[in-house]
């Protein structure tokens, strides 16, 4: 069998946690900043657990 391979994609948006779970950065923080209120991205700034619908996918994805 060949080797699993890790989705590159993935690996630059999510990173996995010394227990194993899995973390990403909240969207909305990209552009048109000037125009939301600053307690909204102080809100989103800052990382997120992963739904627990989407972790088995994504452990795939990452080859865990």
């Known amino acids: 069998m060949p080797k699993m391979k890790t989705h590159s ?3 630059k948006r ?3 946690t ?3 779970k899995l ?3 909240q969207a ?3 552009h048109k900043l000037e125009k939301k209120p600053t307690s909204l ?3 989103l700034s800052g990382t997120e657990e992963v739904a627990k619908p989407d972790v088995k996918r994504l452990k795939k ?3 865990r």
Do not use: E, N
Request: charged share 30%.
């Open 61 to 63: 994805l990452l080859g």
């Open 9 to 11: 994609g993935t690996a």
């Open 41 to 43: 991205t102080r809100r």
């Open 28 to 30: 909305g923080l990209r």
């Open 18 to 20: 010394g227990t194993g």
């Open 23 to 25: 973390r990403r950065q």
């Open 14 to 16: 999510v990173r996995v």
